[in-house]
């Protein structure tokens, strides 16, 4: 079935550092692959998305790669702020369990951007 | 603003109870999503609705429930509440069904059982 692994967190770093964040999927088909942003006491929102392999999606400074060959989706971006401390979510379309168009998500990866 | 309203925001209940969530959809978005959120199990899909209609079920327990109504909203019941259902409950929206659509999320209900 459909699952989505990525890094314990939580992740801690100082301003203008640089950001990885380790994503790998298992899948059956061709899913399209997300990011997700979590800030303190909201929802999620979407921060970027890749719908094929070799896709780029980016946003806001954030980028990920649609890595068929590794099964990956690794997000990055280059010089952190503090306003980037947030939960981050990869996920990719479909659910195992059975036909539905939702997203299977990673359990999330705290990150926590020191000045 | 995700368009996604979700009441209440906090509920404070105790076991062998019930309650119902409510979420009211992104205005022209037929399908709804409900997810569990909790620190050891993450983000946990349960159910998804599609114009009134059951579209898909996740890892939703007997004791939970889901409608969606004829004006899009939808409720989440949980019956028979256990410590254990103890978690951050988001509804999501998409404006169709189908693989690879964005969602829109509400901010949450936080429920603690007692």
């Known amino acids: 079935g459909n699952s989505v692994t990525q890094m314990e967190g939580p992740v801690t770093l100082s301003e203008e550092a640089f950001l990885t964040i380790n994503c790998t999927y298992t899948a059956t088909g061709y899913p399209s692959l997300f990011w997700y942003v979590q800030y303190p006491g909201e929802g999620l929102q979407l921060l970027l998305k890749a719908t094929k392999a070799d896709d780029k999606g980016s946003n806001k400074g954030f980028e990920a790669t649609y890595r068929k060959e590794t099964t990956s989706f690794h997000l990055e971006k280059g010089s952190v702020q503090v306003s980037d401390s947030a939960v981050y979510f990869c996920a990719l379309s479909g659910y195992s369990g059975g036909g539905a168009d939702g997203l299977t998500f990673g359990k999330g990866t705290h990150l926590i951007i020191q000045p | 603003d995700s368009g996604v309203t979700q009441t209440p925001k906090h509920l404070i209940t105790a076991t062998g109870q019930r309650v119902t969530l409510r979420c009211s959809p992104r205005s022209g978005d037929l399908s709804v999503y409900w997810y569990q959120q909790s620190l050891d199990q993450g983000l946990q899909f349960l159910i998804q609705y599609y114009n009134g209609e059951e579209r898909a079920k996740g890892n939703i327990l007997e004791r939970f429930s889901a409608q969606q109504f004829p004006d899009l909203h939808s409720e989440l019941n949980l019956s028979s509440l256990e410590l254990g259902d103890s978690a951050l409950y988001f509804c999501?929206?998409?404006?169709?069904?189908?693989?690879?659509?964005?969602?829109?999320f509400g901010s949450g209900t936080q429920l603690s059982v007692l």
């Open positions: 999501a929206s998409s404006a169709v069904q189908g693989l690879g659509e964005k969602l829109f």
